[in-house]
């Protein structure tokens, strides 16, 4: 699977949407309708407004944020039956917490 130039993939079983600035995702199972989104909405005490603006990598089926905080990474990966959300913490710098908000839609 390839993401195209608006960071979307149609050729599974379901819909994937990135939003790239805002940290998050959308997924829409074509079956069933139902639409779920995950979005980045603190790092500690910051909001994600005040979150560094990170360049984005993409690749064939994966997009990745490098250094959106001191600590964490995060990658959006797409699989044939599901989608990968990946939170990469060092372990080594000072722990912090990481709050996100999840919506399910049913149709």
Known sequence: MTFDENNRITQA??????D?????ITVKDK?????????LIQIGDQDITDINTTAVKVSKGKIRWDDVA??????????????????IVN?????????HQFL????
């Open 13 to 18: 079983p379901y819909e994937l949407t990135v």
């Open 20 to 24: 790239t600035e805002n940290y998050s």
């Open 31 to 39: 079956m069933t309708g139902q639409v779920s989104t995950l979005k």
């Open 70 to 87: 001191t600590d964490l990474d995060l990658a959006v990966t797409a699989k044939n039956m599901r989608v990968n959300f990946d939170w």
């Open 91 to 99: 372990l080594l710098k000072k722990s912090k917490q990481y709050c």
């Open 104 to 107: 399910t839609i049913l149709p």
